[in-house]
């Protein structure tokens, strides 16, 4: 195979002034980046960690194969929106390798709006799982989401791809074959309610996560009953009592542990063969490109 040679000059005024224009959008990026990793901010971070939890790209990383990649997608959902109150829209999807197999990971941050779903939250839950039925990826769902945000209903639900789009995919998907897996952190409320129950298995962790239609409150307004969120729907009960969920973790990294354990059980035949890539080293430094680019 021919190789390109390259005739650009480091020292060209040119060059120079592209590098230049190239690091300023980066260091633009770089800023943009770090709003999507700082999730809710320091107070919600703080207000999670008191409930011993663990922030979402801690459990995917915890999730993937150690010194594997994670392709996080569309971290920037949500820039420009909301008064940027909605980073990375309260969600982080991506693709993985979970015990030798390639997966799409669709994971809630509860430090954004306590993982409720917007509408550029729903956008990016289907646009993961369509990308993950067409080549045939199980899905990881990490759930700690209270379900439809309720001051932007309107937004949630109209139209063809709306919240119920993405239940609608995850039982295509499980009737086509491909594994739908999940495991609930937090309160996963209505339709946050859904997700996991409509996987193959799922796994629940304890006193912090809960799966109902309507917590205490919305019971006890309803129907006048007084009940506490565990015996509402807690992780101990919904596992011994009401079946709802397949196993029982004492914490956050115990259920990661069985999720890890569930995929590796799978026997998924792979679409993708990391054997098939074949890469080189470069010809040239990359530092080079900013001033061909810029």
């Known amino acids: 195979m021919a190789q390109l040679t390259s005739r650009c000059n480091p020292n060209d005024p040119l060059f120079r002034a592209n590098a230049e224009a190239y690091d300023g959008l980066l260091a633009d990026l770089h800023a943009k980046f770090d709003w999507a990793l700082a999730g ?26 150690p010194l594997t990649p994670f392709l996080e997608l569309s971290p920037l ?9 909605l980073p990375s829209a309260g969600i982080v999807t991506g693709i993985g390798t979970v015990r030798g197999v390639t ?18 939250t729903v956008r990016k839950h289907i646009r993961a799982q369509d990308i993950a039925q067409e080549n045939r990826l199980p899905v990881v769902y990490l759930v700690d989401c209270g379900g439809a945000n309720l001051q932007n209903l309107e937004d949630v639900f109209p139209d063809q791809e709306h919240f119920g789009g993405t ?32 996987c193959d298995e799922f ?9 109902h239609l ?23 009960m919904h596992t011994t009592v009401s079946g709802v969920s397949d196993h029982y973790a004492p914490d956050e990294r115990s259920a990661i542990a069985k999720l890890r354990e569930i995929i590796g059980a799978l026997n998924y035949p ?5 054997n098939r890539i ?17």
Request: aromatic share 8%; charged share 20%; proline share 5%.
């Open 40 to 65: 809710g901010g320091a107070k919600m971070v703080e207000r999670h960690f008191k409930r011993n939890k663990l922030l979402v790209r801690d459990r995917i990383d915890l999730l993937i194969d």
């Open 77 to 85: 959902a949500g820039w420009g929106l909301y008064n940027n109150g």
């Open 103 to 120: 997966c799409m990971i669709i994971a809630n941050d509860a430090t954004v709006k306590g993982g409720s779903f917007f509408k550029e």
């Open 167 to 198: 239940f609608y995919r995850q039982c295509r998907m499980s009737a086509e074959g491909i594994p739908q897996v999940a495991a609930v952190f937090g309160e996963s409320t209505a339709g946050g309610a859904y997700i996991p129950v409509l």
């Open 203 to 211: 796994v629940m962790v304890a006193e912090n996560s809960s799966i």
């Open 214 to 236: 309507g917590g205490p409150q919305i019971v006890r307004a309803a129907i006048s009953e007084v009940v506490d969120r565990d015996s509402l729907g807690g992780a101990l």
């Open 270 to 274: 792979q679409p993708f063969s990391p």
């Open 278 to 294: 074949v890469s080189r080293e470069p010809l040239y430094d990359a530092s080079e490109l900013p001033g061909i680019v810029g």
